[in-house]
């Protein structure tokens, strides 16, 4: 079945520092895609980044980028020179491809927490 | 252009009675979605809609929650004889398509409270 796991429940980083937030999934869908959102307290979804299974890259946009490691099913965000808005609940997210169903499977999320 | 709209953006409703939580997507976009999150957690999907039918309704939790959709745009959420356990914010989502890479946009959600 598939599954999104977050194995960091909190996360705290000193602003202008990188940090990575883990992301594992599983699924036996060859066609698959992962994506991050942020939500911040004010609770809004604000997507970030997506990467497909079949892309040759890792994905970026802007200071996110997704470190995706197929073999080791693993979809790591990194975001870069961290600001005070990031700190927000951060959630990955798995859509298969071969369902009649557009839905994302959350994982349970990560709090981060950018120090100044 | 809009984002997703969602109304109300609170409810506080009394055990046993109905709700109705109300979505409005995007313009254009034919697939719609709705969620739950419980506090502190993930969200846990509830249905999907493409246009309007559903062909996955998988994630309704019992036959006291339904849902529609008319006219290819506004969405409603019913449940009835509302339980506590039903306290949650119910968020609503829409996309172009149900495509694998399609971004779903979410609206601000309907905080709900049963007491």
């Known amino acids: 079945a598939q599954k999104i796991t977050q194995t960091q429940p909190g996360m705290f980083v000193q602003e202008k520092e990188a940090v990575t937030l883990d992301c594992t999934y599983d699924t036996s869908d060859p066609s698959y895609g992962l994506f991050w959102y942020k939500q911040p307290s004010s609770g809004e979804m604000i997507f970030l980044i997506y990467q497909g299974s079949y892309d040759q890259q890792n994905a970026t946009e802007g200071r996110y980028s997704l470190n995706f490691q197929k073999a080791r099913k693993s979809a790591n965000l990194v975001i870069s020179a961290s600001q005070l808005g990031d700190s927000a609940m951060y959630f990955c997210a798995m859509r298969e491809g071969t369902s009649n169903t557009g839905k994302l499977i959350f994982g349970q999320g990560t709090t981060l927490q950018v120090k100044p | 252009g809009a984002g997703v709209s969602q109304s109300p953006s609170n409810k506080v409703t009394e055990k046993g009675k109905d709700v109705e939580l109300r979505c409005d997507p995007i313009s254009g976009h034919t697939a719609l979605y709705w969620y739950r999150q419980s506090l502190g957690q993930g969200l846990e999907f509830l249905i999907y809609?493409?246009?309007?039918?559903?062909?996955?309704k998988s994630g309704l939790p019992s036959d006291r929650f339904s849902a529609e959709r008319t006219g290819g745009s506004v969405s409603t959420l019913t449940i009835q004889r509302t339980q506590q356990e039903d306290s949650a914010v119910y968020l609503c989502?829409?996309?172009?398509?149900?495509?694998?890479?399609?971004?779903?946009?979410f609206g601000p959600g309907t905080r709900l409270t049963v007491t």
């Open positions: 809609f493409q246009g309007n039918s559903a062909p996955d």
């Open positions: 989502a829409s996309s172009l398509g149900g495509g694998i890479s399609y971004e779903q946009y």
